[in-house]
Every structure is written in C-alpha cells, then in structure tokens.
T-cell receptor
Framework: AQSVTQLGSHVSVSEGALVLLRCNYS??????LFWYVQYPNQGLQLLLK??????LVKGINGFEAEFKKSETSFHLTKPSAHMSDAAEYFC?????????????FGKGTHLIIQP | GAVVSQHPSRVICKSGTSVKIECRSL??????MFWYRQFPKQSLMLMAT?????????EQGVEKDKFLINHASLTLSTLTVTSAHPEDSSFYIC???????????FGPGTRLTVL
C-alpha cells in the first residue's frame, strides 16, 4: 500500500524567503510523484511531477522538487516566496503514472506567506 | 493542460434527497475518471475509479449504492449521492485521465451541503 506523509500541516515563511515543503512517501514499486496546489474552493492544479529520469524536477511558478530514493522523499522548494503562493499544497503518489489508478494524497500543507 | 468542468459548483439540498454531480472533460477524451472526496481542511480521498462503459470500482468503505457513478461517454461521468444526509456534506472533486500513463486533470470541485 502506498502512503504519503507531509510534515507540517502549516508552514509560514516571509515574502522573499525560501519555501520548503516536505513530503515522504512509501511505495512498493518505483513511484510516480506529484505536487498539486489548491486555492480556496478550487480544484487542484499540477505544479510538477516526477516519472522517470532526472531527479530534479522543475515546475510552474518557480517551484521545483527533488526525488531522493534513498530518503523516500520528494520535497518541494521555491527560492523566493511570493504572496500569491499562499495556498494548500498536496503531495501525491501513484504506481502507474496517475492515469490508471487514483492518486494517494498526503494531508496537505497550508503555506502562509508573511508580508 | 486539459480542462475538466464540474456542475454544479455548489449545491444545497435537504436530507433524504438525491443529488447528481456532472464531470466533463472539455477538450480530451477521458478513458478513466476518478471521484475524490475532500473534508474540510483534509486531504482528498479516492472514492471510485470509472472507465467508460464499465462499472465503477469503489474504494474500501465507500458505499456503491449510495454513491452511484456512471461513465456513459469518454467526456462525461456523473456522481449521484442518493438519500443524502448531513454527513455527506463535503467537497467532491473529479479528475479525468487519457490513457493509463496520462496525467490526471482535476475539475474545480462541487461543494455539497446537506441540511
């Protein structure tokens, strides 16, 4: 069975500071990993995904994440936070790339940007 | 990315009534559609997976007679909450995928409130 753990239900950073959202996963097969962002009362928007190949994945809005198999981690980072980054962020895992099976989501991290 | 719509975006109903939620893929053919449920400030939980023309596969603990899913075409899936009760109040989000390794595209969600 798959599972995703997101450390910290709330993360607060100052505008312009580094954003680091943590995600650890467990999977019995090589995983496909995703980060989604959700704004209030909206659906999910894909930030980035890891399938195979390069372990450092770049996404939209300046976010990137690094797949570290030895640490079973897929932490999300952004060098400089912007007020518009305030949202809920979800890490998710899939065995199959996401098209055939539903995603398993972490509980989410609420990112707060302090002015 | 591809677009998925949901209708209605919000619905309020009385206890005991049934509510139908539509999920449409607007610019691609979704061979598989997924239905998720999100409780306030919690993660998304997969309810069921449906393939066009086939019966939906429900996750453990999800009552298939209460949450009726129909995937009649490659662009439309419906979720009917039958005999709704206040505990069914939630945010329901659908997603569609094209092919087994395709990315899932999420709809904007439907907020169901049962009085």
């Amino acid at each position: 069975a798959q599972s995703v753990t997101q450390l910290g239900s709330h993360v607060s950073v100052s505008e312009g500071a580094l954003v680091l959202l943590r995600c650890n996963y467990s999977s019995s097969v090589p995983p496909y990993l995703f980060w989604y962002v959700q704004y209030p009362n909206q659906g999910l928007q894909l930030l980035l995904k890891y399938t195979t190949g390069a372990t450092l994945v770049k996404g939209i809005n300046g976010f990137e994440a690094e797949f570290k198999k030895s640490e079973t981690s897929f932490h999300l980072t952004k060098p400089s936070a912007h007020m518009s980054d305030a949202a809920e962020y979800f890490c998710a895992v899939s065995d199959t790339g996401g098209g055939a099976d539903g995603l398993t989501f972490g509980k989410g991290t609420h990112l707060i940007i302090q002015p | 990315g591809a677009v998925v719509s949901q209708h209605p975006s919000r619905v309020i109903c009385k206890s005991g009534t049934s509510v139908k939620i539509e999920c449409r893929s607007l610019d691609f053919q979704a061979t598989t559609m997924f239905w998720y449920r999100q409780f306030p400030k919690q993660s998304l939980m997969l309810m069921a997976t449906s393939n066009e023309g086939s019966k939906a596969t429900y996750e453990q603990g999800v009552e298939k007679d209460k949450f009726l899913i129909n995937h009649a075409s490659l662009t439309l899936s419906t979720l009917t909450v039958t005999s709704a009760h206040p505990e069914d109040s939630s945010f329901y989000i659908c997603s569609g995928a094209q092919g087994s390794i395709g990315e899932q595209f999420f709809g904007p969600g439907t907020r169901l409130t049962v009085l």
